[in-house]
């Protein structure tokens, strides 16, 4: 559910929503947010705009959507996917300064950003800003520390996962962190939901984890040994019941009192 390689950003984004699990986060996420009809939605680090057209859809013709993301090639390709959609927007910016107006949304979402981020705390409040009072936000975050693969060998397991949560992203356990620095920046946390994923099968784990590729980067950084990594992926591939699993944190919160 997060970045755990980086040859294709979008490739790998689309892949992830398209699996079960997914789907499942992000529809729960929408739900929360009871978008009505007239909402202006904001969807902070909006990527090559997976959620656009759901939020679009939720808030209606007489609602407004906006995606914000740093990288030009993301601004680019939800600009192209969201063509067709009247009431949505995309915007070139940074989480830490959100270019919009002071109380001028009704629902935010962050979906996988706050890993990334330079200083979560400073982007929570840049995100309250333009949040209007009783405002509702949710955001989904993994726990990289907490990846958990089955296999014989567990010292394999434990340092495929060390691997991937030290080389992954800026914030390796920030799925945990979510609720204290979403209560620290001003909100009323309303629900906290651990939505790991199960994997059962390692062609849809390959998808999301990047298994073979990680487990070559992990021998090159010393974190496994070249026949310990063939064991590994060889049972991996090889067995009838594969299970990899991963906290995943969705908080829903209010910007105060409705
Ligand atoms: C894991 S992707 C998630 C994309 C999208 N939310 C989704 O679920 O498909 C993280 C996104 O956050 C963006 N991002 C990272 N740091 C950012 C920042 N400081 N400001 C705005 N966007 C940022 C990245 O460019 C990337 O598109």
């Not at 995606?67 to 601004?75: K, N, S, Y």
């Not at 590994?232 to 969705?250: D, P």
Request: proline share 7%.
């Amino acid at each position: 559910m997060a970045e755990t390689a980086r040859p294709d950003p979008i490739g790998y984004l689309d892949d992830v929503a398209a699996t079960r699990a997914g789907a499942g986060y992000k529809r729960y996420m929408l739900d929360s947010l009871e978008i009505r009809p007239g909402h202006a939605v904001l969807d902070v680090g909006c990527g090559p705009g997976t959620d656009l057209p759901a939020l679009a859809e939720a808030a209606g013709p007489s609602g407004e959507v906006t995606g914000v993301d740093r990288e030009p090639a993301m601004v680019d390709e939800a600009r192209r996917r969201t063509a067709g959609l009247p009431g949505v927007r995309v915007l070139p910016g940074d989480a830490h300064a959100l270019p919009l107006g002071a109380g001028s949304v009704d629902r935010a979402r962050m979906d996988r950003v706050m890993m990334h981020l330079d200083d979560p705390a400073r982007a929570l409040g840049a995100l309250r800003g333009v949040l209007r009072p009783g405002g509702l936000a949710a955001f989904a975050e993994p726990d990289w520390d907490t990846l958990a693969i089955d296999h014989p060998e567990v010292e394999s397991s434990l340092a495929f996962t060390r691997f991937v949560a030290e080389s992954a992203n800026r914030n390796r356990a920030m799925g945990r962190q979510v609720p204290r620095l979403v209560a620290d920046a001003g909100f009323e946390v309303r629900s906290v939901v651990n939505a790991a994923p199960v994997f059962r099968d390692a062609a849809t784990a390959e998808r999301v984890l990047h298994l073979r590729r990680n487990t070559a980067r992990a021998v090159t950084a010393g974190y496994l040994d070249q026949d310990a990594a063939e064991r590994w992926l060889a049972h991996l591939e090889g067995t009838g019941t594969f299970i990899a699993t991963a906290s995943f944190v969705i908080v829903v919160a209010a910007n105060g009192a409705p």
